[in-house]
């Protein structure tokens, strides 16, 4: 069985990309922590089952399928600065 971790990437005032993945335990923290709204849960049967049931950040883009890595299944979010950064 496949653990979750959550991946956020903003880019700072000096457009620098920073990066930090968390566990689920401490996502709820994390989300607390900083402020970040969840709007909602997603719950599409068109999306991948992994980010069926994750939430909607306001002011980020995803949840993004950010593939599996040592066992756990990564979604992604991005700043919108950071998606429009990268996505260009």
């Given amino acids: 069985m496949t653990t979750t971790k959550y991946h956020f990437v903003v880019v700072g005032d000096d457009l620098t990309?920073?990066?930090?993945?968390?566990?689920?335990?401490?996502?709820?923290?994390?989300?607390?922590?900083?402020?970040?709204?969840?709007?909602r849960y997603t719950?599409?049967?068109?999306?991948?089952?992994?980010?069926?049931g994750a939430p909607v950040l306001k002011g980020f883009a995803g949840p993004m399928y950010g593939g599996e890595k040592d066992g756990h299944t990564i979604i992604r979010y991005e700043s919108y600065a950071a998606y429009e950064r990268f996505s260009a």
Wanted: net charge negative; hydrophobic share 35%.
């Fill in 17 to 39: 990309a920073e990066a930090e993945t968390l566990t689920p335990m401490a996502y709820g923290e994390f989300v607390e922590h900083v402020g970040y709204e969840v709007t």
């Fill in 43 to 52: 719950g599409s049967a068109e999306l991948r089952p992994e980010l069926r």
